[in-house]
């Protein structure tokens, strides 16, 4: 059974910092990621797809790798503002089928301070 | 081009009761997921839809059901509900399978009292 984490699971950083967000998965078979921001009681945003083909992909001021051999993609946020304020997950879709299942990382809770 | 609706947005209802919750995803989009989003439990994949059919089920039990129109809209039904079942429950449009990045709803809170 896959299972995904997400370290850490809070993190706090002054305005203008680069940051580094975590992700692994336990079955290396997987067909694509993405990575999702989630507002307070909102819904989730797409910021990044990475076909398994792929190894980044890029995005203004983010950048997302993928790793699969060792299960592991990182998501690069760099000069972090105020609004990247959120909840950051990871999910991948398994290798099998053409079913679009995701299944989601425990998640990161990014605050950026003034 | 219109995002991901849900209605409504909000419910409350009470143990015992049913519930029916709607999703229009993107214009052109045929693929419908729904996910149960807790604290306890994170986001759990309910279901997935494309062209009216089931393609794939989470480990949900059958009071937990969805079906899909012709149009792409999609709704899903809770029967008896529990206290459990209390959630924010989201729905995700993609184009069509696996290979599309997919698009969430705001998502619908259900409060069961």
């Known amino acids: 059974k896959q299972e995904v984490t997400q370290i850490p699971a809070a993190l706090s950083v002054p305005e203008g910092e680069n940051l580094v967000l975590n992700c692994s998965f336990t079955d290396s078979a997987i067909y694509n990621l993405q990575w999702f921001r989630q507002d307070p009681g909102k819904g989730l945003t797409s910021l990044l797809l990475i076909q398994s083909s792929q190894r980044e992909q890029t995005s203004g001021r983010l950048n997302a790798s993928l790793d699969k051999s060792s299960g592991r993609s990182t998501l690069y946020i760099a000069a972090s503002q105020p609004g990247d304020s959120a909840t950051y997950l990871c999910?991948?879709?398994?290798?099998?089928?053409?079913?679009?299942?995701?299944?989601f990382g425990t998640g990161t809770r990014l605050q950026v301070t003034l | 081009k219109a995002g991901v609706t849900q209605t409504p947005r909000y419910l409350i209802k009470t143990r015992g009761q049913q519930v029916t919750l709607s999703c229009s995803p993107i214009s052109g989009h045929r693929s419908v997921s729904w996910y149960q989003q807790t604290p306890g439990q994170g986001l759990q994949f309910l279901f997935e839809y494309f062209s009216e059919t089931q393609r794939n089920k989470g480990n949900f039990p059958g009071r937990f059901s969805g079906r899909q129109f012709s149009n792409s809209r999609s709704e899903m039904n809770v029967s008896t509900l529990e206290l459990g079942d209390s959630a924010l429950y989201l729905c995700?449009?993609?184009?069509?399978?696996?290979?599309?990045?997919?698009?969430f709803g705001p998502g619908t809170r259900l409060t069961v009292l």
């Open positions: 995700a449009s993609s184009l069509i399978d696996r290979d599309n990045e997919q698009f």
């Open positions: 999910a991948v879709i398994p290798n099998t089928g053409t079913a679009s299942k995701l299944t």
